[in-house]
């Protein structure tokens, strides 16, 4: 009895603040500003948030809101192209399990991430981008979402932490932005977990060029 009794208790189970149930109320608010549920919903949703006791309660609020933000209907004609385009993905999942995005692949101008007790790594350094501007909505409960650019890319991260972390780690290469630089615009959420974006340098970099940064 006497061990049962010692182990830490589940995180999920701790009571929560007003402030933790504002950061969802805007998740929400962004949600129904970009159509993906309608103002009924909306107001269900933020009533069952401001009546949330624990974070477990919050957990199934948003929980399908990860979507990505423009999907292509699957009717959509195939434009006829002269080249056989690098594998794209509109969205990468993460439950109970790790999903990798790397190498070659074809990243649309929105792309959604989302980790639940998970890890989800999207890799962008060699990858092909179909706008100048690319916007990830990478979110996670009890998991992790790392996004690793680049030294040349531009980098907006404004996430919403939640008993976590969401934010630029340290870079394992200097930048090297410059006006024609792509942009990363990275948004989203972390509970109890954590959304951080890396400059790292080029696959198969030999250790010795990559100095004491």
């Known amino acids: 009895m006497g061990e049962i009794e010692n182990r830490p208790p589940d995180p999920s189970l701790l009571r929560i603040s007003d402030n933790d149930r504002q950061k969802v109320a805007d998740v929400l608010r962004d949600a129904a500003g970009e159509g ?4 009924e919903e909306l107001d269900e949703r933020l009533e069952l948030t401001w009546g949330a006791k ?16 423009h999907p292509q209907p699957a009717s959509a004609p195939v434009p006829r192209a ?10 990468s999942t993460a439950i109970l399990g790790e999903c990798k995005r790397q190498g070659v692949w ?34 996670t409960i009890m998991g992790e979402v790392k996004i690793i650019v680049p030294a040349h890319f531009d980098v907006v ?5 939640i008993m976590g972390e969401f934010g630029h780690g340290k870079d394992k290469t200097p930048a090297a932005i410059g006006p024609d630089s792509p942009v990363i615009r990275v948004r989203g959420m972390a509970m109890m977990g954590s959304v951080t974006v890396q400059r790292q340098p080029a696959p ?10």
């Open 204 to 213: 198969g970099t030999p250790k010795k060029f990559l100095g004491t940064y």
């Open 36 to 39: 993906r549920i309608d103002l």
């Open 54 to 69: 624990t974070y477990a309660d919050l957990v199934p609020i948003t929980a399908d809101l990860h979507l990505p933000a």
């Open 82 to 91: 002269s080249y056989v385009p690098a594998v794209g993905h509109a969205s």
């Open 157 to 161: 991260v404004d996430g919403t932490p």
């Open 106 to 139: 074809s990243v649309p101008e929105h792309h959604s991430a989302f980790a639940l007790m998970g890890s989800v790594v999207i890799d962008l350094r060699q990858a092909q981008l179909a706008a100048r501007t690319t916007h990830i909505n990478a979110s």
